[in-house]
T-cell receptor
């Protein structure tokens, strides 16, 4: 089944404790992206990747890192999480080229205390 | 600032009625997409309309695009309780590889 998976689905952590949210897709998509969703603000893009070893900042990249060593994986790294990073995070992928239909993972709900 | 803004923010209708949601955006686009999100879940792509298209249909969905007004509308006909969800428009900027979402319309379809 074609899908985007994220792990963990739920995470409660404390300020400053490094964490990684994994994202994997099995559709051989070139483009992958991370978004955060906050009430009243819709989805905001954090980082995106056009292909392996090619990443770029979205609209809200501060406090986040990403890597794209393999085509299928695009982990989101929070080196020193803070309470303002409490949010619902979504990973998405698409075929590539110009922006087109994106396929979303189920989401990761992160709480930073 | 956000590229797309939906209107209304919330909409409550009776089952069987039509639901119309609007989206306005600010800059030139290649395409505009509509997504649906059930509470707290991932987004599901509904329909994509390209900048050179004016109208598109998919089942009970009808999307229009007016590039001169920088606006789009999503019409759901003969709504069902299962259509209850949040609906987001998303646009790309020309020469950009970013997809920018509006803040969404929350639709409640009462049985």
């Amino acid at each position: 089944e074609a899908q985007v998976t994220q792990n963990p689905r739920y995470l409660i952590t404390v300020t400053g404790k490094k964490l990684t949210v994994t994202c994997s897709q099995n559709m051989n998509h070139e483009y992958m992206s991370w978004y955060r969703q906050d009430p009243g603000l819709g989805l905001r893009q954090i980082y995106y990747s056009m292909n392996v070893e090619v990443t770029d900042k979205g609209d809200v990249p501060e406090g986040y890192k990403v890597s794209r060593k393999e085509k299928r994986n695009f982990p989101l790294i929070l080196e020193s999480p803070s309470p303002n990073q409490t949010s619902l995070y979504f990973c998405a992928s698409q075929v590539g080229g110009e922006i087109d239909t994106q396929y979303f993972g189920p989401g990761t709900r992160l709480t930073v205390l | 600032s956000q590229q797309g803004e939906e209107d209304p923010q919330a909409l409550s209708i009776q089952e069987g009625e039509n639901a119309t949601m609007n989206c306005s955006y600010k800059t030139s686009i290649n395409n505009l997409q509509w997504y649906r999100q059930n509470s707290g879940r991932g987004l599901v792509h509904l329909i994509l309309i390209r900048s050179n298209e004016r109208e598109k249909h998919s089942g009970r969905l009808r999307v229009t695009l007016d590039t001169s007004k920088k606006s789009s509308s999503l019409l759901i006909t003969a709504s069902r309780a299962a259509d209850t969800a949040s609906y987001f428009c998303a646009t790309d900027k020309k020469s950009s590889y970013k997809l920018i979402f509006g803040s969404g319309t929350r639709l409640l379809v009462r049985p």
